[in-house]
């Protein structure tokens, strides 16, 4: 069966690199599905889940908060702003960033730019909708 090579790194350092029958991805405009022969790509990512299923078919799960992937047709790179692996996620911290910046939303003031609130509440939704989904996966 053919497979792709995976690589996952952040600014902080290499996550994950082996090979993979797929890989899953949150591109800007949705999700998408990666295999072997791709077409190439290259296109930003949104905070979320990454899924990677290995050759044996077991599937191993990725938090990014953004970044890019360049896929080639044996090869996906993806560059994350921050990774990690999903089961390292810190929900209490998440839930505490979330809490932050959904105060910093209610009480804003005319005028003043929030996008950077707007971004941190995004990053900490895509972590508890990834940790949720770990969960759930582990009760099947």
Do not use: C
């Not at 078919?57 to 790179?77: A, L």
């Amino acid at each position: 069966m053919s497979t792709l090579h995976v690589d996952i790194v952040s600014a902080e350092q290499a996550i994950h690199s082996g090979e993979a029958k797929m890989l899953v991805a949150p591109a800007r405009e949705g999700d998408i599905g990666i295999t072997p022969r791709h077409a190439p790509l290259l296109t930003k990512l949104r905070p979320g889940e990454v899924r990677v299923q290995d050759e044996n078919g077991e599937e191993r799960f990725f938090y990014v908060s953004g970044g890019i992937i360049e896929v080639q047709p044996h090869k996906v790179t993806v560059l994350a702003d921050t990774a990690a692996r999903a089961r390292d996620l810190d929900e209490a911290a998440a839930q505490e960033a979330k809490r932050r910046a959904e105060e910093a939303l209610a009480n804003r003031k005319a005028g003043e730019d929030y996008s950077h609130v707007q971004a941190e509440l995004a990053e900490a939704m895509a972590q508890l909708q990834t940790l949720e989904r770990l969960r759930r996966r582990a009760k099947r």
